[in-house]
Nanobody
Framework: QVQLVESGGGLVQAGGSLRLSCASS????????VGWFRQAPGKEREFVGAISRRDSWNGETTYYKDSVKGRFTISRDNAKNMVYLQLNSLSPEDTAVYYCAAGPPFAAVAGRRSPNEYDYWGQGTQVTVSS
């Protein structure tokens, strides 16, 4: 069982930055690829990006929604059971509740962009970008 808790959201002006954190209580968090999603009011939950498990040859691989490439960066610290989402150059269109998601264990995250493909979810953290 994996429990996820997001933090780091808040109110920021357009052009600003935030770093979101996703903390896991699971001892085997390193076995999970982790996705980040967001949901704006009245809209469906959408994929933002994902980070794979660490591979001994290639390290981690990250994937991003086209509209956030170059602005958002996902990283992880397995020793701390943490995954991060750095948000830069924010715009009002980025306003949403941001969620991290994980699982199933050992599954690749490449191509997994639907919320239905992830087993465990945090409660979300609100990001509001003012113009």
């Amino acid at each position: 069982q994996v429990q996820l808790v997001e933090s780091g959201g808040g109110l920021v002006q357009a052009g600003g930055s935030l770093r979101l954190s996703c903390a896991s209580s699971g001892r085997t968090f390193s076995n999970y690829g982790v996705g980040w999603f967001r949901q704006a009011p009245g809209k469906e939950r959408e994929f933002v990006g994902a980070i794979s498990r660490r591979d001994s040859w290639n390290g981690e691989t990250t994937y991003y929604k086209d509209s956030v490439k170059g602005r958002f960066t996902i990283s992880r610290d397995n020793a701390k059971n943490m995954v991060y989402l750095q948000l830069n150059s924010l715009s009002p269109e980025d306003t949403a509740v941001y969620y991290c998601a994980a699982g199933p264990p050992f599954a690749a995250v490449a191509g997994r962009r639907s919320p239905n493909e992830y087993d465990y979810w945090g409660q979300g953290t609100q990001v509001t970008v003012s113009s």
